[in-house]
């Protein structure tokens, strides 16, 4: 979701403005006629904002024109919500024509009307939409600003769709920064779970479209996979998918599984060059070339490279022609042409200069844009003919002077008091809340706190995961007490920031046994993926940690890991000393798969593997024979 690849954010966006833009074209002549019938002055402005919306994608100068008129008649008869609509549908016609100045000024006139009725959903719109204007501006602190503003009012009304917009534009602006990739995640996963409950297939593929990019640039290629694979299916016969098959094939071209990389870029330029989309035809062919060139195939690299040129030179794509001409100069530099080589060498040069200029200009820009809003702000406001909400204004002004000078003695006054003690309650309520979450899930926890109970809960499908460490004995003769609990403590805080990543709920541990699950407190249907993905890290850790050791003569633990997948009854046992665990046949096969497992290999019964084994390699080892269960199937997860 970089700043040249913006649609999910401006479509997102605009997309719940103009919804049913296509069935009001259809409709274009049976508004006009409607006009020319004698009906009530506020039915002729709901027309007026009907056909103006009917234009947005068409001709939106006449959509401007019409919402004008709109206005008008809506000022004369002072229907402010029909007022709030034509400010909004001058401000879409404005935004198509890329006229952000003007967008932005009569979005803020239509939260004026919004907020003076009471359209706290009609506000929380105009400032998404002013968002996605400042990322376009390359002003990130203003975009995010806003669409913080917009997700907390979303949140106020209980708005889904406009909660879950939200959280996708707030991930795209600190997508756009190396330093809050992973901020970025924390609020693609919450626009995720929220759109499996709206169960919409754009918003899913939107979403794990968004995770895989995340973690594919978190460099967690195991997961990226798991979301693009969702997305690749959400996606399916629609206009965004080649922008998931590109991802996918940068990954497998990462995993140097060249046959996949190379099978996905050219599906995805396929789609693309029948749907006629430029950019991800570019893009697609560059990651085809980089595809072959990591591959050692030089000539259909350079083939590629040289094709993507002719899409990319003519639209002026400056970054996929910048990867271009550093590719091209890399393979002929490869094949001892150095003549080519140079050439493209001084031609990247010469991009990297113009990029750079670019982005100079652009931050002049936004600088200039801010400016030129401001003065074009204060020019309506002192021509803003609108005598009411003037009035309005005036009289809110005066309010807040006299409460001002009236209050402020008595402000004085207790100030002090009542700040340390609302400082020290504050910071109480802080600790006690961040105990409680330490021991329980944020939703059970908030239930307790509510309710003073937490019910127990059936769980139809999660996976439960086990962790034991073999020569634990052994470590602990050696070791004294407080090394031994420092070791302890060093291999599961890392197992808790593993789990953490991977959205999995720590269970407990037992001594030198390690417990989770995913799935739950709420249900996802990612769990199995979660939780193999989170074993394969933990037993790399293991090994990692072991050879660190042995290199310091230091006693190690290896792992054993296990998983199984079921159902399990989850709650909170006790009245004193809370703790949130599961129960159930689930529980007692996923420990039995740990037993049964071997030394750094991650052992996961058969109905995980059915989970599982189109996004994992596993190896079957038969029916293995558990205590207490009598044989089940196993397999090992090789990656």
């Known amino acids: ?193 929220l759109s499996l409950t709206i169960n919409d297939q754009y918003s899913i593929g939107t979403a794990t479209a968004n995770l ?148 100079t200009d652009k931050k002049l820009g936004t600088l200039q844009f801010t400016f030129d809003l401001e003065k074009k702000e204060s020019q309506i406001s002192l021509l803003n003919k609108d005598k009411e909400l003037q009035e309005q204004e005036i009289k809110r002004q005066k309010l807040v002077t006299y409460g001002f000078i009236g209050g402020f003695s008595i402000v004085l006054l207790f100030a002090g008091i009542f700040l340390k003690q609302r400082i020290r309650i504050g910071k109480e309520k802080k600790r006690s809340d961040e105990l409680l979450l330490n021991i329980l899930p944020a939703e059970t926890a908030e239930e307790l706190k509510a309710t003073g109970t937490a019910k127990t809960k059936r769980m139809e499908m999660v996976s439960v995961l086990f962790t034991d460490f073999k020569n634990f004995t052994q470590a602990s003769e050696i070791l004294t007490p407080e090394e031994l609990v420092a070791e302890i403590n060093h291999c599961y805080s890392e197992f808790d920031r593993i789990i953490t990543r991977h959205g999995i709920e720590k269970i407990k541990t037992i001594g030198d046994a390690y417990m989770c699950a995913g799935g739950l407190p709420v249900a996802n249907i990612t769990h199995p993926f979660d939780v193999v993905a989170a074993g394969l890290e933990m037993v790399k850790f293991i090994e990692e940690n072991k050879k660190e050791r042995e290199q310091k003569g230091q006693p190690f633990f290896e792992l054993r890991l296990g998983i199984h997948s079921g159902p399990v009854v989850a709650g909170i046992v006790g009245i004193k000393k809370f703790a949130y665990d599961i129960w159930g046949d689930t529980v007692n096969t996923a420990s039995r798969m740990e037993s049964s497992g071997q030394v750094g290999k991650v052992n996961i019964s058969g109905t995980t593997y059915e989970l599982v084994k189109n996004k994992f390699t596993c190896v079957h080892r038969g029916k293995i024979e558990a205590k207490n269960k009598g044989f089940i199937d196993m397999y090992f997860v090789e990656g």
């Not at 103006?52 to 229907?79: G, H, Q, W």
């Not at 913080?148 to 534009?169: A, G, P």
Request: contains cysteine.
């Open 1 to 193: 979701m970089t700043r040249e690849n913006c649609r999910f954010i401006i479509v997102l966006v605009i997309f719940f403005c103009s919804l049913f833009t296509n069935s009001f074209a259809n409709e274009t002549d049976s508004l006009k006629k409607l006009l020319t019938s004698k009906i009530a002055d506020s039915t002729r402005v709901n027309i007026l904002n009907a056909l103006s919306k009917s234009y947005f994608n068409i001709k939106p100068d006449t959509s401007v024109i019409i919402a004008m008129a709109s206005k008008t008649l809506a000022e004369r008869i002072n229907y402010k919500s029909g007022l709030a609509l034509a400010f909004k549908n001058m401000g879409i016609g404005y935004y198509y024509q890329g006229k952000y100045k003007e967008a932005i000024i009569t979005w803020q006139q239509a939260i004026a009307v919004y907020k003076l009725i009471g359209d706290t959903k009609g506000v929380a719109n105009m400032m998404s939409n002013q968002g996605a204007i400042y990322f376009n501006e390359g002003d990130d602190p203003k975009s995010l600003e806003l669409h913080l503003q917009s997700l907390k009012m979303s949140e106020q009304i209980n708005d889904t769709l406009r909660i879950l917009t939200s959280l996708t534009n707030i991930g795209a602006v600190y997508l756009n920064k190396e330093a809050t990739y992973k901020k970025a995640l924390e609020y693609f996963l919450r626009s995720y779970k």
């Open 212 to 359: 895989g990019e995340t973690y594919y640039k978190l460099g967690d290629d195991s997961t990226a996979l798991i979301y693009l694979y969702q997305s690749e299916k959400a996606y399916q016969g629609n206009e965004n998918l080649p922008y998931t098959l590109n991802y996918m094939g940068r990954v497998f071209t990462r995993q140097k599984d060249y046959v996949k990389a190379i099978k996905f870029h050219t599906e995805a330029y396929q789609i693309s060059k029948n749907l006629d989309i430029l950019l991800d035809q570019t893009q697609s062919l560059v990651g085809l070339a980089q595809a072959h060139y990591s591959n050692g195939e030089i000539e259909a690299a350079i083939k590629a490279y040289k094709q993507s040129l002719e899409v990319a030179i003519p639209m002026n794509f400056r970054t996929e022609i910048k990867e271009v001409y550093e590719g091209l100069s890399v393979a002929f530099s490869k094949q001892s042409d150095f003549s080519n080589a140079f050439k493209y060498q001084n031609l990247l040069l010469a991009i990297k200069d113009t990029i750079y200029n670019s982005n």
